[in-house]
Structure formats: C-alpha cells, structure tokens
C-alpha cells in the first residue's frame, strides 16, 4: 500500500474539562509536524495520536503544557 506509515501514540491528559479543552490539545498536538490527526476521549483523558513518523514524548509533553495541561 501506498501512502504514508502510521505511527500510533496515546498518552493522557489531565486538565481537561469540556470541549474547549479538548480542542486546546488537539489543536496543540497538531501543531507538531507529521501529526496527521488526533482522537480525544474527554471522559478519560485518553488522547490518540496519529502521525507519520515517530514523535518525541518530550515535544508533546511541552506542546501539552504549553496549552495549559499535563501529560499523566
């Protein structure tokens, strides 16, 4: 198949407390280049990343906490 590798990450965020939230991190997350999309599961806290290549954990614990949450 054609395209581009799939790298699955999940990771949790704490903070998280409506929609707005949740668009704060997923806007953050998708900042990060080869990030092809994100899921978030606002009643857990349980984010799913998507991206091209393999991402570095210290990049998303800082884009993260840059967006005002925290990486569990």
Known sequence: MFGFK???K???VQGMHCGHCASRVENALKSIDGVK???ID???GAVTI???AV???EKIKAVVTEAGFEVV
């Open 6 to 8: 799939r790298v699955k």
């Open 10 to 12: 999940e990771i949790k």
């Open 37 to 39: 999309s994100v899921k």
């Open 42 to 44: 606002l009643s857990s």
């Open 50 to 52: 998507l991206s091209s």
């Open 55 to 57: 991402l570095d954990d």
